[in-house]
């Protein structure tokens, strides 16, 4: 709430960084479910014209739940800015969820994980991991054309090291430089938390991304 004594400048930068928090909130959880949706949409399509009615069937049902956690997602994040699946399970068991969830959509990658004391982090750090996987894994299904990523997450002497990486297409040179908005709010949510963030990638031979977290701030 705006204050007499608080300067107007202030004032609107917190109106504008919590603006793009909330865009970033949709965008890495509802935004990409829709995305799963269209997908999913164009895939049964396809199966209708090949008159395979009954894994057209599958499908639609597929997107209904899609559609359904959406806007669960969309109810919670405006209540709460909180990710739905951490509301309901431990970290450790929403980024499994998360990691079921790509191979469903693409049967030809093998995704491997590691995950090491998590169940001590703080709840705003839960949030920043969460994300940064999604949108990770986002990219990776969108654009990588992957067959393979490997997914690290360890808590050791108060530090947060992540690290994701795949065997896809890789990064233009531009996009390195100028980045996209995946990668611009990912980057963004590590910052906010005193994190470092470091991205690796070469056109052909996939891409590498790490961030470490100190949870002693």
Not at 55 to 71: D, G, K, M, P, R
Not at 88 to 108: F, I, N, R, V
């Amino acid at each position: 709430m705006y204050r007499n004594d608080q300067p107007i400048s202030e004032y609107k930068q917190g109106i504008e960084h919590e603006r793009q928090r909330i865009a970033r909130d949709l965008h890495d959880g509802v935004v990409q479910r829709l995305v799963a949706v269209m997908q999913r949409l164009d895939l049964t399509q396809r199966l209708l014209e090949d008159q395979k009615s009954q894994q057209a069937i599958y499908e639609l049902q597929n997107v209904a739940a899609l559609v359904t956690t959406s806007l669960e997602e969309l109810h919670t994040t405006i209540t709460t800015l909180r990710p739905l699946e951490l509301t309901t399970h431990s970290l450790d068991d929403a980024l499994m969820a998360l990691l079921q969830e790509t191979e469903q959509l693409l049967p030809g990658i093998q995704i491997q994980s590691q995950f090491c004391n998590l169940q001590t982090i703080p709840p705003n750090v839960e949030i920043v991991v969460f994300r940064i996987v999604q949108e990770a894994l986002a990219n990776i299904r969108k654009h990588a054309h992957a067959s393979q990523a490997i997914i690290t997450i360890t808590n050791h002497n108060q530090q947060l090291l992540i690290e994701i990486r795949d065997n896809g297409d890789g990064l233009q040179q531009s996009e390195q430089q100028t980045g996209h908005f995946g990668l611009h709010t990912m980057q963004e949510r590590v910052k906010e938390i005193s994190g470092d963030w470091h991205v690796e990638s070469q056109t052909g031979q996939g891409t590498t991304i790490r961030a470490n977290i100190p949870l002693n701030k």
